[in-house]
Nanobody, 124 residues
Framework: QVQLVESGGGLVQAGDSLRLSCAAS????????MGWFRQTPGKEREFVAAIDWSGGRTYYADSVKGRFTISRDNAMNTVYLQMNSLKPEDTAVYYC?????????????????WGQGTQVTVSS
């Protein structure tokens, strides 16, 4: 069992940076691939980034590649999403999620555990 709690969301201006954190409980955190997804009203949840259990492999949606960086600290049971050069279209609720293995890392249905989400709002 893994419980996830996101933090770090807020209101920023276009071009600003923000770092999201996801704190996990449970001794199996280091065995899980961790992902970040986001959702805006009326739209499906979309993949943002993922990182494998060791932190050695990372994956990004094209829309955030080069601007966002996912990382993890297994000793702290925490995964991060550093978001730079934010744009208004990045406005969404951001969710942290955990799954076993790295296959299908971009598929929402593959993730077993989810956080409650944190709101990120980017003003123009």
């Amino acid at each position: 069992q893994v419980q996830l709690v996101e933090s770090g969301g807020g209101l920023v201006q276009a071009g600003d940076s923000l770092r999201l954190s996801c704190a996990a409980s449970g001794r199996t955190f280091s065995r899980h691939t961790m992902g970040w997804f986001r959702q805006t009203p009326g739209k499906e949840r979309e993949f943002v980034a993922a990182i494998d259990w060791s932190g050695g492999r990372t994956y990004y949606a094209d829309s955030v590649k080069g601007r966002f960086t996912i990382s993890r600290d297994n000793a702290m049971n925490t995964v991060y999403l550093q978001m730079n050069s934010l744009k208004p279209e990045d406005t969404a609720v951001y969710y942290c999620a955990a799954k076993g293995g790295t296959l299908d890392y971009g598929r929402e249905g593959e993730y077993r555990y989810w956080g409650q989400g944190t709101q990120v709002t980017v003003s123009s």
